[in-house]
């Protein structure tokens, strides 16, 4: 299981991350990406981390 973090300072607001996740778990909440969709389904893919300009996505396997 993933853990996926967004630094709400560091987002940009791009939307880059919600276009790219396979699984569809992120998406916009005021205007700064959040974590939207069931955690467990993040498959670990790491997209999300590779199109963010901002480097404000991590993610932690548990
Ligand atoms: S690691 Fe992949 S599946 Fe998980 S949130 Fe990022 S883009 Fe989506
Ligand atoms: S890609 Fe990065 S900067 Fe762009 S919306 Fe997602 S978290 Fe924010």
Same mark, same amino acid.
């Given at each position: /299981?993933? %853990? =996926?973090? %967004?630094?709400?300072? +560091? @987002?940009?607001?791009?939307?880059?991350?919600?276009e790219s996740c &396979?699984?569809? *778990? *992120?998406?916009? =909440?005021?205007?700064?990406? +959040? =974590?939207?969709?069931? #955690?467990? #389904?993040? *498959?670990?893919? #790491?997209s999300? %981390?590779?199109v @963010? &300009?901002?480097?404000?996505?991590? %993610?932690? #396997? /548990?």
């Amino acid at each position: /299981m993933f %853990i =996926v973090t %967004i630094d709400e300072d +560091q @987002c940009s607001g791009c939307s880059e991350c919600t276009e790219s996740c &396979p699984a569809h *778990l *992120l998406s916009f =909440v005021e205007d700064k990406a +959040q =974590v939207t969709g069931d #955690e467990s #389904e993040c *498959l670990g893919c #790491e997209s999300c %981390i590779t199109v @963010c &300009p901002s480097g404000a996505i991590s %993610i932690a #396997e /548990m």
